[in-house]
Each structure stands twice: as C-alpha cells, then as structure tokens.
C-alpha cells in the first residue's frame, strides 16, 4: 500500500531543535551573554560588539519557525483484514500532498519555555496494489497535529571559552513536558474487476510527552541541537518517541537556519485500527525571533 500516514511530512516536533531558538542570555556561572554573530561581518570590533550585547531576562522573546520535514514512511496501517505494509520514500509521496502548514511557536522569558506547534497536511493518491497490479487503491488523507510544552532550562553554561567567545563552547540542557494532539482521517477505495471496497476511518488522540533538550555552540555563529523525546505510555498511542539533531547557522542575531535529521516512531492500535509507523528523514527549518 502507498502513501500511508505520511505523518508528519511537514512536522513537528518539531518542536524546533533548539531551546526555544532565542537570542543566548548570560550564562549560569555568570559570564557575558552571546548574541550572535551579525551576517556579513568582517571586523573584530563588529563581531565583539555583537557578542557583548546584554540579556535581558525579564522580557518575552518569541520565535517563529516555518519548517519542512522530507519524511519517509515504513510500517502497518489499515484496519482488521484491510491493514498493509507501508514502504515510500519522500520522493515517491511528494507530487500527492494537495496542502500543507507546519510552524513552530517558542517563548521564552529567563530559564523557561513555552512551546506550541501546528502541523496540517491533505494527501490524495492512486496507486496500483500487488505485483500485477489487478486492484487500485484510491486513498485520501488529512491530518492535524497540535503539541503544547513548557520546557526548563536546568544547565547554560561554558563548557569551555567564556562570554567573550560568543557561542563557543556554551552549553544548554533542558528538559520539557507536554501533549501531542492527533487527529486522523482517512478514505480507502479498493478497486478491481469483481467491483470496489470503501472504507473510512477518523480518529484522534492525545499523547502525554516527556523529553530532553539541548545546545553547545561550536563557533560564534555554528551550533549543534539536540533532542529527544517518550510518550504515548497507553493514554493515547501505545508508544511513541523521537530523536532528532542539527546543526542551528544564525545567518543573524534574530535569524536562524537549520537543516538536521528526525526519526519519530508511532504505535497507535484502537478498535482494530492500527498505526504502526516509524518516520524519518532531514527536515528544514527557519526560525525568526522578535
């Protein structure tokens, strides 16, 4: 069977990688806060000047995050004797996506962090089934997804170098709660000679999550991202986790570009219907802070 739950072509998670994509404020030990490197800059005073730029920690910063995740699909979808395997490649599915909007929310103020993410897609395929191809499927799906967070911010500090590094060497771990909100609908249609079989399915469910998050700056304007995440535990999906990094190129102080790599696996079973799928891919991301 083609196509099924592609999931999260466009999504989440994303939370996006970072903690709350926000311009660095001073670290826990004390030292200079790191803004980052303007674009284009080319003197030493340009560079520190921005380095040095103060934190203020009693306002709201809140990003903005436009994102694109080129996911691939493997797994069992379908319901009691009409379930399949699932097996497509990103570029096999792209041409059926009819619409799509993935963003990403973040603010933060001090040490905390709330995060929201919207995440829509419609798909509709038509592909034959079986080595001879004698029945078709007609397949129709949209889906939703919302997740809510508020993450802490429990280490920021130099692992190594100090304020007047920048970003280098500044690490930052935090660990976050939430819930992941999915609504699923699907159409079947299968077709041969003998005449069709329609089915349809609409489900939702929410997942409680738990995770772990985090920087280190690699250079003044390079940093690598790292999250990971468990949920699920039977409240909605039986199990659901994910893992994903990247590297985070603040191209300026309120300007972001990342490109990374996500795995999400979903097991989700409700009255015979299942969806059993791991998706996994590089993903995009844009992120503007205000």
Same mark, same amino acid.
């Given at each position: 069977?083609?196509?099924?739950?592609?999931?999260?072509?466009?999504?989440?998670?994303?939370?996006?990688? &970072?903690? !709350?994509?926000?311009? =660095?404020?001073?670290?826990? &030990?004390?030292?200079?806060?790191?803004?980052?490197? /303007?674009?284009?800059?080319?003197?030493?005073?340009?560079?520190?000047?921005?380095?040095?730029?103060?934190?203020?920690?009693?306002?709201?910063?809140?990003?903005?995050? =436009?994102?694109?995740?080129?996911?691939? +699909?493997?797994?069992?979808?379908?319901?009691?004797?009409?379930?399949? /395997?699932?097996?497509?490649?990103?570029?096999? +599915?792209?041409?059926d996506i009819e619409g799509s909007v993935a963003l990403h929310l973040a603010a933060?103020?001090?040490?905390? +962090?709330?995060?929201?993410?919207?995440?829509?897609?419609?798909?509709?395929?038509?592909? =034959?089934?079986? /080595?001879?191809?004698?029945?078709?499927?007609?397949?129709?799906?949209?889906?939703?997804?919302?997740?809510?967070?508020?993450?802490?911010?429990?280490?920021?500090?130099?692992?190594?170098?100090?304020?007047?590094? !920048?970003?280098?060497?500044?690490?930052?771990?935090?660990?976050?709660?939430?819930?992941?909100?999915?609504?699923?609908?699907?159409?079947?249609?299968?077709?041969?000679?003998?005449?069709? +079989?329609?089915?349809?399915?609409?489900?939702?469910?929410?997942? =409680?999550?738990?995770?772990?998050?985090?920087?280190?700056?690699?250079?003044?304007?390079?940093?690598?991202?790292?999250?990971?995440?468990?949920?699920?535990? !039977?409240?909605? &999906?039986?199990?659901?986790?994910?893992?994903?990094?990247?590297?985070?190129?603040?191209? %300026?102080?309120?300007?972001?570009?990342?490109?990374?790599?996500?795995?999400?696996?979903?097991?989700?079973? &409700?009255?015979?219907?299942?969806?059993?799928?791991?998706?996994?891919?590089?993903?995009? %991301?844009?992120?503007?802070?205000?």
């Open positions: 069977m083609h196509h099924h739950g592609l999931m999260c072509v466009f999504m989440v998670g994303l939370a996006a990688v &970072s903690l !709350g994509c926000r311009t =660095p404020q001073s670290a826990g &030990s004390g030292a200079s806060s790191a803004a980052a490197e /303007p674009a284009g800059s080319s003197t030493a005073e340009t560079e520190k000047a921005a380095d040095l730029l103060p934190a203020d920690d009693d306002r709201w910063e809140v990003s903005l995050t =436009p994102f694109m995740w080129m996911s691939s +699909i493997e797994g069992t979808v379908g319901k009691g004797g009409l379930q399949a /395997p699932v097996d497509e490649d990103f570029s096999d +599915i792209f041409d933060t103020k001090g040490d905390w +962090i709330v995060l929201g993410e919207f995440a829509y897609y419609d798909l509709s395929a038509s592909d =034959p089934l079986g /080595p001879l191809g004698l029945v078709t499927l007609d397949y129709d799906e949209h889906k939703v997804d919302v997740e809510l967070a508020l993450a802490y911010r429990v280490l920021d500090d130099y692992l190594w170098g100090s304020g007047d590094s !920048g970003r280098a060497g500044r690490g930052q771990l935090g660990v976050q709660g939430g819930g992941r909100y999915t609504n699923l609908d699907q159409d079947f249609k299968f077709k041969s000679a003998l005449g069709s +079989i329609k089915t349809s399915e609409s489900e939702s469910w929410v997942d =409680p999550v738990v995770g772990l998050r985090g920087t280190l700056g690699l250079t003044k304007a390079l940093e690598l991202d790292l999250r990971g995440d468990v949920g699920g535990f !039977g409240v909605g &999906s039986d199990l659901t986790w994910t893992a994903q990094g990247a590297l985070a190129w603040w191209v %300026a102080r309120r300007a972001t570009l990342r490109v990374g790599y996500r795995h999400r696996s979903i097991d989700y079973e &409700s009255g015979g219907f299942v969806y059993d799928v791991d998706l996994f891919g590089p993903f995009f %991301a844009f992120t503007f802070t205000f």
